[in-house]
T-cell receptor, first 114, second 118 residues
Framework: GENVEQHPSTLSVQEGDSAVIKCTYS??????FPWYKQELGKRPQLIID?????GEKKDQRIAVTLNKTAKHFSLHITETQPEDSAVYFC?????????????FGTGTRLKVLA | DAGITQSPRHKVTETGTPVTLRCHQT?????MYWYRQDPGHGLRLIHY???????DKGEVSDGYSVSRSKTEDFLLTLESATSSQTSVYFC?????????????????FGPGTRLTVL
């Protein structure tokens, strides 16, 4: 079945450094790739997304890249800050009954060390 | 945050008892989803709805049923709760629509329900 692998499961960086989280998806029909940030005890919040017709998208310190051929997409956070500490989830969408079902990765716990 | 509420927010119950979780939205979105979140598994889809009375199974639907009699409410029922159903349950909503040549379908999550089955 459809699968999304996410790496690493934990990531520690020094404040100000960059962080990269990588995901691989299995279904070549996937065409929408959102990233969610989840702080402890809170709901997942969308931080950035990308569609399959775009190779890269940036929003301030956050960027996402997509390689459709390799079925890889990555989240890049530059100039990390302590408030970036959270669990990050990637997802790949699969169309079903006029909507999209998401398959989520297992999450990356990012710790930004002051 | 999108207008999504979940009730109850916390529940402790015993094995074998029925449990119903409610998701309520004020966005008039067509699509609603139930996920469970467990350590090491991320978010896994239980059931989803693509309209009133229209539902389908997700990847972990065994032991769960859903109902949607109104656009704004999506109920998740555990007919006979088991300890393996101890989890945090999230509801999500979305609205598919065309924008130019792209279809957008961002999902927005509710605050979650922490369920403990003893």
């Amino acid at each position: 079945g459809e699968n999304v692998e996410q790496h690493p499961s934990t990531l520690s960086v020094q404040e100000g450094d960059s962080a990269v989280i990588k995901c691989t998806y299995s279904d070549s029909a996937s065409n929408y790739f959102p990233w969610y940030k989840q702080e402890l005890g809170k709901r997942p919040q969308l931080i950035i997304d990308i569609r399959s017709n775009v190779g890269e998208k940036k929003d301030q310190r956050i960027a996402v890249t997509l390689n459709k051929t390799a079925k890889h997409f990555s989240l890049h956070i530059t100039e990390t800050q302590p408030e970036d500490s959270a669990v990050y989830f990637c997802a790949a969408s699969i169309r079903s009954f006029g909507t999209y079902k998401y398959i989520f990765g297992t999450g990356t716990r990012l710790k930004v060390l002051a | 945050d999108a207008g999504i509420t979940q009730s109850p927010r916390h529940k402790v119950t015993e094995t074998g008892t029925p449990v119903t979780l409610r998701c309520h939205q004020t966005e008039n979105h067509r699509y609603m989803y139930w996920y469970r979140q467990d350590p090491g598994h991320g978010l896994r889809l239980i059931h989803y709805s693509y309209g009133v009375k229209d539902t389908d199974k997700g990847e972990v639907s065994d032991g769960y049923s859903v109902s949607r009699s109104k656009t704004e409410d999506f109920l998740l029922t555990l007919e006979s709760a088991t300890s393996s159903q101890t989890s945090v349950y999230f509801c999500a909503i979305s609205e598919s629509f065309l924008s130019g040549q792209a279809t957008t379908d961002t999902q927005y999550f509710g605050p979650g329900t922490r369920l403990t089955v003893l």
